[in-house]
């Protein structure tokens, strides 16, 4: 899962026109791949990982790395953060890495990896929904791709009420979904650090040690055996470590300064695709009539709602 969403970004009257060159695509590029591998990425980890520890060494990894990148590349400077910052960012940090992606990680254990990415794909609805209820009016046109969005959510649970998946697991990401919404919609109303990736990286350690915490809350300590751990499992928590971290991360805030905003929020329903894409692939994961028509409404409703937001 991504640190932010642009759902919340507006570009100003004084933003300059942005060209899509051949460096736009590529970033784009990693951003659909990477973004939406890293639920395949998350489902071979927890295989034969416990959930939380592994969710949390992982960001604990990445905001070590990307701290000593923003110091290597800004200076150390460029770390420092006012306390009301810091305490937004753990804030930010526990609702996106802990609440939003560690409850989709413990889902995963249960919930095929596709179903999971389009659930969580419902994001920017959420994100309408809490404007909504501060006292914004989102466009009608927005309010009807919510509409949409939930029928399609229905359509999307209904393989939990089957009996097919796990309903804990569905509920558990759908939970995720709205946790992340709302550091999402948290982040555009509180005081961050000035650098981005700085306040990423201070996001990322909270998040992450507070994920271990809450794995040796529930035991998953008791009995452990690394050496139990397969290969693919280690792969795939370095590659959600360093591409799902950081490149897919870094890619992502450059394209926000280089690239225009209705380009970059695309990705809100592409990676979706992707993930399902590569979840049936490599997984084998059944394409049901429930995913294949929940998910094509969710992703044709954030469309609509991406679309009538960027203008």
């Known amino acids: 899962m991504r640190i932010s969403t642009p759902v919340d970004s507006k570009p100003t009257a004084t933003t300059p026109d942005r060209k899509i060159t051949g460096a736009v695509w590529t970033a784009l590029l990693l951003v659909y791949v990477v973004w939406g591998s890293t639920y395949l990425g998350i489902r071979i980890v927890v295989e034969t990982m416990p959930p939380f520890l592994s969710a949390g060494a992982r960001f604990i990894a990445a905001g070590l790395l990307l701290t000593v990148a923003v110091a290597w590349r800004y200076g150390t400077a460029a770390l420092k953060a006012t306390r009301a910052q810091l305490g937004s960012a753990v804030l930010v940090g526990l609702l996106l890495i802990l609440g939003g992606n560690g409850l989709v990680v413990l889902a995963e254990t249960s919930v095929p990896s596709g179903l999971a990415a389009l659930l969580v794909a419902a994001v920017p609805m959420w994100v309408v929904v809490l404007r909504a209820s501060t006292g914004d009016r989102p466009p009608l046109r927005t309010l009807g791709g919510v509409l949409v969005g939930l029928a399609g959510l229905a359509v999307l649970t209904s393989p939990?009420?089957?009996?097919?998946?796990?309903?804990?697991g569905v509920l558990l990401v759908v939970a995720a979904s709205v946790l992340w919404s709302l550091g999402s919609f948290s982040a555009s109303k509180v005081s961050l650090p000035g650098n981005p990736f700085t306040g990423s990286a201070y996001q990322m350690l909270a998040g992450g040690v507070a994920g271990v915490l809450v794995g040796l809350l529930r035991g998953e300590h008791r009995g452990l055996d690394p050496a139990a751990f397969s290969t693919a499992s280690w792969l795939a928590l370095g590659y959600l470590v360093v591409c799902g971290s950081l490149v897919g991360f870094t890619a992502y805030v450059w394209l926000l300064q280089a690239a225009p905003l209705s380009l970059v929020s695309t990705y809100a329903y592409v990676n979706p695709v992707v993930a399902v894409a590569l979840g049936a692939l490599i997984l084998d994961e059944a394409l049901t009539?429930?995913?294949?028509?929940?998910?094509?409404?969710?992703?044709a409703a954030v469309g609509v709602i991406v679309s009538t937001e960027r203008r």
């Not at 939990?160 to 804990?168: A, M, P, Q, T, Y």
């Not at 009539?289 to 992703?299: F, M, Q, R």
């Open 289 to 299: 009539w429930p995913i294949l028509l929940g998910g094509a409404i969710v992703v």
């Open 160 to 168: 939990g009420l089957s009996g097919e998946v796990r309903l804990s």
